[in-house]
């Protein structure tokens, strides 16, 4: 361990800057990282962001890439939408303010782009990556039109009804739903959400692949 001189703690989400600490889906990352800018004079290191991965919304879910194995986060149909049995979430702002955006990105995008910044003479304290930004409203469009079904049914949430259902999951112990439900919450406060500059201009070559042409190719359409 004396010997390393570069570090990358595994954050792959949104940016730790918006995230709160107490959050349950923190997992002691912040206190990971307040490590991290303790030891900096010595150890230099980044954290990867990289938005949720495409990975979520493919068969099976994340648990076929045997990554991010965390309960009720990993199986398909977790995240926002299920894309076999065409049922979806719809996450409104307070107040009808816009829509909730998202960054997205391949998982194999990310360890392409991991391994070329291994070679760079510095690491910026973070790097944001992005295949695809995009609304919730979009993205359940777009799956709508290559797949040609029709969400059903689509349930809409706020930050007041996604409280009430955290709290019935706590009370209940059901830990994967409680994780479900606040990744939810983190979604619509835009912790999913950065906009650019994005660090993709780093390597010119660097082509990440977009949600529409990734989902096709993992849906066989």
């Not at 944001?128 to 995009?134: D, E, M, N, V």
């Not at 070559?205 to 190719?217: E, G, K, Q, V």
Request: charged letters at 15%.
């Amino acid at each position: 361990m004396t010997r390393v001189r570069r570090f990358a703690p595994a954050e792959y989400e949104g940016s730790p800057r918006h995230r709160d600490p107490t959050n349950p889906l923190d997992r002691h990352r912040s206190a990971a990282l307040a490590l991290l800018t303790h030891y900096s004079s010595n150890l230099e290191s980044t954290v990867f962001v990289c938005g949720i991965f495409y990975e979520r919304f493919q068969p099976g879910g994340l648990s076929q890439a045997r990554t991010n194995l965390l309960p009720g986060l990993n199986s398909e149909g977790d995240y926002i939408m299920n894309c076999a049995a065409m049922f979806a979430s719809f996450l409104a702002l307070p107040g009808n303010s816009g829509e909730v955006a998202i960054c997205m990105t391949a998982l194999q995008d990310v360890g392409r782009f991991v391994t070329k910044a291994l070679d760079l003479p510095q690491w910026p304290k973070e790097m944001r990556i992005c295949g695809q930004r995009t609304t919730i409203g979009a993205l359940l469009q777009v799956v709508a039109l290559l797949k040609k079904q029709q969400f059903h049914p689509l349930q809409v949430h706020t930050l007041a009804s996604l409280a009430v259902q955290h709290q019935v999951a706590r009370q209940a112990g059901d830990a994967g739903q409680q994780n479900r439900i606040v990744a939810l919450i983190n979604t619509i406060n835009g912790y999913y959400d950065f906009e650019g500059p994005y660090h993709n201009s780093l390597f010119p070559d660097w082509n990440p692949i977009d949600f529409r042409a990734w989902f096709a190719l993992k849906w066989h359409i």
